[in-house]
């Protein structure tokens, strides 16, 4: 990638150009997921969870982990979630006292009717970006995220201490 007249940007510059477009993409799909879950009666982090766990039940920590937040959060959402008759708690073979989070038949419908504006919105975003074109931006954000994962690790801080 060069800059306007022949200069590379800088590691630095780099790092920092993409944090802040992924932070301006965090924002434009919160603002999204908040209009498309209001058919749902959701909010976009309720049916983040929910999605999280509708091929399977999950425990909150692999919610958390999958999604890249905190268990606390997750726990949170959770609660309010079984509080609303969306998911509930069921017995976890693996691990007696971490329960497996599941979505509930309401909380099924109510995912059910984000999915027409949902696609409707998969739809405009392919036709802007060509369909080629949009598998390639999420497989660099795929890429970009698992390089974070890489050198940030699950123990150590960004400045590799």
Known sequence: ??????????????LSRAALTVFRLNGQFLGVAEELAKPGGL????WQVLGAVLREPLPVAGIARTMGITRQS??????????????EYVENPAHRRAKLLRPTAAGREAVSRITPS??????RL???LGAEGFAEAV???ERLAGAMDSVTGAHS?????
Do not use: C, Y
Not at 157 to 161: L, M, R, T
């Open 139 to 141: 497989g660099v954000l």
């Open 74 to 87: 997750v726990q949170r959402i959770a609660d309010l979630l079984v509080g609303r008759g969306l998911a």
């Open 126 to 128: 392919t036709a802007e």
């Open 1 to 14: 990638m060069r800059e306007r007249a022949g200069r590379v940007p800088s590691e630095q510059e780099l």
């Open 43 to 46: 909010t976009a982090a309720w």
């Open 118 to 123: 949902h696609a409707d919105f998969a739809a």
């Open 157 to 161: 801080s960004p400045s590799g201490a």
